[in-house]
């Protein structure tokens, strides 16, 4: 199982707080509901809560009780202030909420648009400069893959991809069952069951450099479904690959930002992690770009295909003279 990232634990914190301040008495199950976590973690949080607050005093510190079943939070005040936002802030959130509206199969869309008209209500002449923002995600996407993979979702039909494999600059022939074509991250993804890979797979659709509409079904097989969405389209699998890194002190930041597997403080200050990837253009380019206080352990060839790069790079340039 993937280790949380340290990114991924505050952003729960700062969320769990002021819901919780506004919850005092809460139980400890309904409040681990509402958070969408377990029991156990939500205790390990509200431990860790223990060391958190303004200051370093003990009267700077968050409290938190929970040992009666019910959960009080106090001296939080600080952090369960409304949020309030800056003029870049909600110009950002309303441009974003209108290129949500215009994702085709939206089940939220009342509640988006409610959310719009306050936030512009809120935001008043400051959310003028949202209106000269327009954002386009089809431009790098052939609108005829577009519309066939919409039509395979629709009917329920069997796609047949030709999809390009950044990672290993291949193109490679697919049968994917189609389940839901999304907009994430500035991209077009579809999402379905690949019976290449025998498994769910995101193919991003400017990566498709053909793509048929099958004449079978194509409803993918009993309990498969779409995958829950966090903050990363991509969620690793067991056949990603897996890659060991070393991860000099200048470095340790990459194992709270990234998702990894498992990580290993080094007696010389170094951390030693393993994470999976399907792509490995991304890290290649994290690799080059750290100069040296990211090594790769394994696999070996993914490790001289980026020494050889480097070396690439840095050789001298020779012109030739007439």
């Known amino acids: 199982m993937a280790t949380e990232t340290a990114t991924n634990r ?9 819901w919780l ?40 510190l968050i409290e938190a009780d929970w040992e009666e079943g019910r959960v009080f939070v106090g001296n939080a005040d ?21 290129t949500l509206l215009d994702v085709p199969g939206l089940t939220e869309r009342d509640a988006i648009e409610r959310a719009l008209a306050k936030l512009e209500a809120a935001a008043g002449t400051a959310a003028e400069p949202a ?8 431009d790098a996407v052939d609108p005829q893959v577009l519309a066939h993979a919409r039509e395979g979702v629709q009917q329920h039909r069997r796609l047949h991809l030709t999809y390009h ?10 049968d994917v069952d189609p389940m839901r074509v999304i907009a994430a991250e500035g991209h077009w993804y579809l999402e379905g069951w690949c019976h290449r890979a025998e498994g769910v797979r995101m193919f991003r659709l400017d990566r498709v450099e053909g793509l048929t509409v099958l004449d079978e079904d194509g409803t993918p097989p009993d309990g498969v479904s779409p ?42 200050g170094s951390r030693t992690i393993t994470l999976r990837t399907a792509d490995t253009a991304w890290l290649e380019r994290l690799v080059l770009r750290m100069g040296g206080h990211v090594l790769v352990v394994s696999p070996q060839d993914l490790g001289e295909r980026i020494a050889a790069r480097a070396s690439a ?8 003279v007439d």
């Open 78 to 98: 600080t952090i369960s202030r409304p949020l309030r936002l800056g003029v870049d802030e909600a110009v950002t959130l309303i441009v974003g909420l209108r």
């Open 165 to 174: 494999v950044p990672g290993r600059d291949e193109s490679t022939e697919r």
């Open 131 to 138: 209106s000269r923002v327009s954002v386009d995600l089809t």
């Open 10 to 18: 505050l952003t729960r914190l700062l969320t769990m707080v002021p």
């Open 227 to 268: 995958r829950e969405l966090g903050e990363s389209i991509f969620s690793a699998t067991e056949s990603d690959l897996l890659v060991t890194l070393r991860l000099l002190p200048g470095a340790l930041w990459v194992s709270d930002y990234y998702p990894v597997e498992s990580t290993s403080d080094e007696a010389d």
């Open 21 to 60: 301040v506004n919850r005092q008495g809460i139980e400890l199950e309904e409040a681990a509901r509402g958070l969408g976590v377990t029991v156990e973690q939500l205790e390990s949080d509200l431990n860790l809560l223990f060391l958190c607050g303004y200051g370093q005093m003990p009267d700077e």
């Open 313 to 320: 790079a840095l050789a001298p340039q020779t012109h030739d």
